[in-house]
């Protein structure tokens, strides 16, 4: 379906589809869901590191954080799927994403290491431990950005 503006403002919807060459992502099954899926995860993902940063900053209990730390450790876990091949395009994801395969990998289980510390702090209401784990779990997003990320 192709949408194309009039200069009067009408839309019309013309059939195409039949015409249009698959693109090359569709193709490969279509991974635009997976891609705004992993953005959208990303995205929920550093809500709730900003909300452990303030009360990391605030020294509140740290208690109530254990499903947000959980969340991490679960995301880290699914991050090599969320990267099919061809989903680059596009993206802020390098081709060193696919092209260093196990690096990356070892970048997402670094970030599941250290959410799970996190994960353990948050449940034993550990403030102290709770701020260092959180400063590791922080380090691991920007160690992998800084090699697999475009800025
Ligand atoms: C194993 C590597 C890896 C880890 C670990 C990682 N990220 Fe990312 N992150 C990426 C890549 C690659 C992209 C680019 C994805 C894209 O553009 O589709 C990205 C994108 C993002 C985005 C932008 C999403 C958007 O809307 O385009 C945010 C925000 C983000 N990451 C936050 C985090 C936070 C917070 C953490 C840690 C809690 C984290 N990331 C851990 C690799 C990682």
């Not at 452990?52 to 499903?67: E, L, Q």
Request: charged letters at 20%.
């Amino acid at each position: 379906m192709q949408v194309s503006k009039l200069s009067g403002g009408i839309l019309i919807l013309a059939a195409v589809t039949i015409a249009a060459p698959l693109s090359g992502a569709q193709a490969q099954g279509a991974p635009e869901p997976i891609v705004a899926a992993r953005e959208a995860g990303y995205d929920l993902m550093s809500a709730g590191v900003g909300l452990m940063k303030a009360g990391v900053a605030a020294g509140t209990p740290v208690k109530g954080y254990s499903d947000l730390a959980e969340a991490i450790v679960k995301w880290g876990k699914t991050i090599p799927a969320m990267f099919p091949p061809g989903s680059g395009t596009g993206t802020k994801a390098k081709p060193e994403v696919w092209s260093d395969r196990a690096g990356f990998e070892k970048a997402a289980q670094n970030l599941v290491d250290k959410a799970t510390i996190l994960v353990a702090a948050a449940k034993a209401d550990d403030v102290a431990a709770f701020k260092t784990a959180f400063g590791d779990t922080a380090a691991a997003c920007g160690a992998c950005h800084k090699v697999y990320r475009e800025k």
